[in-house]
Nanobody, 114 residues
């Protein structure tokens, strides 16, 4: 049974930083390409960043240079370091494999506002 548990969201001012974490179980994590996705109100879920089993990374243009994805295979955990946050980064953030599995976690809310 796949379980994805995201944490680390919160309210932050523009220009601030947050670090999201996601613990995955029920998958062979060390072989999986993992991704962080986000869904803003009224918008479709979008891929923000991805990291392969070999730790190659890819980012959406909107977050390139501000966000960093990383992983710890020993802890079955993927991270998203978010710097220089903007109001348009406000969304619920989810992790999943890439391409995503049918099962999603509850996500973690990130709100960027002054």
């Amino acid at each position: 049974q796949v379980q994805l548990v995201e944490s680390g969201g919160g309210l932050v001012q523009p220009g601030g930083s947050l670090r999201l974490s996601c613990v995955a179980s029920g998958i062979i994590f060390r072989f999986a390409t993992m991704g962080w996705y986000r869904q803003a109100p009224g918008k479709q879920r979008e891929l923000v960043a991805a990291i392969t089993s070999g730790s190659s990374t890819n980012y959406a243009d909107s977050v390139k240079g501000r966000f960093t994805i990383s992983r710890d295979n020993a802890k079955n955990t993927v991270y998203l370091q978010m710097n220089s946050l903007k109001p348009e980064d406000t969304a619920v953030y989810y992790c999943n494999q890439y391409p995503p599995l049918a099962s999603w976690g509850q996500g973690t809310q990130v709100t960027v506002s002054s």
